[in-house]
């Protein structure tokens, strides 16, 4: 959902909404009682700070925006927000392009986030969260492009076990990579990339850095 004008988010949530700039973060909760209702959760970045809402019947009305306290982003940039065993966690990065991470307990009745932990020594020019089935456990991805100078525009992800632990235990980067025949090549991203999953399976959609719109 683009969220480029306070005007088209309020047209949209019907709800007065914050001046955002970038794009709007959007994740589904499942843990409705209803079979045919889910909760919807939204979060934008208005300058420094950032505000989420949710939707408890699919997006057909929205609570009020409130502000994620202690969130500090970058100037220009993009939340993510993913749900985890009914934990709403929200991802951006910061000013030295570090990926933070806060998380919303209870988050239909909450607005308490915790303090913001960090995946440790990786630094990104965007970052998305997600909710992946690893294992036989439901846990904690990013997949981000990185900016460091060993992996500049390579898309990589990372998973957590315990992600609402004070201090999170995080895997080292994992390369996304595309196989041809015996030789894997590390994917590269010309921009964000989003990540989504339907039916158990992960897909990314981004621009490669040879400048063309990919989906794997």
Known sequence: ASATSAWGLQQALQATAPSATGTAAVAWSSSSSSATTSTVYMAVQAGSSIYWTSSSNNGASWNK???????????????????????????FLDANNAINITSLSNPTTNNTWSSSTQVPNQTASSASLISEKIGSAQQLAVYYVSNASATQSQILKAYSTNPSASKPVWTTAIAIESSSGKTATPLEASGAVSVSQISGQTYLAYQSSAGSEAIT
């Open 65 to 91: 925006w409130q502000l994620v306290a202690g969130a500090t982003p970058a100037s220009q940039g993009q939340p993510s927000l993913a749900v985890v065993s009914g934990t709403l966690y929200l991802g």
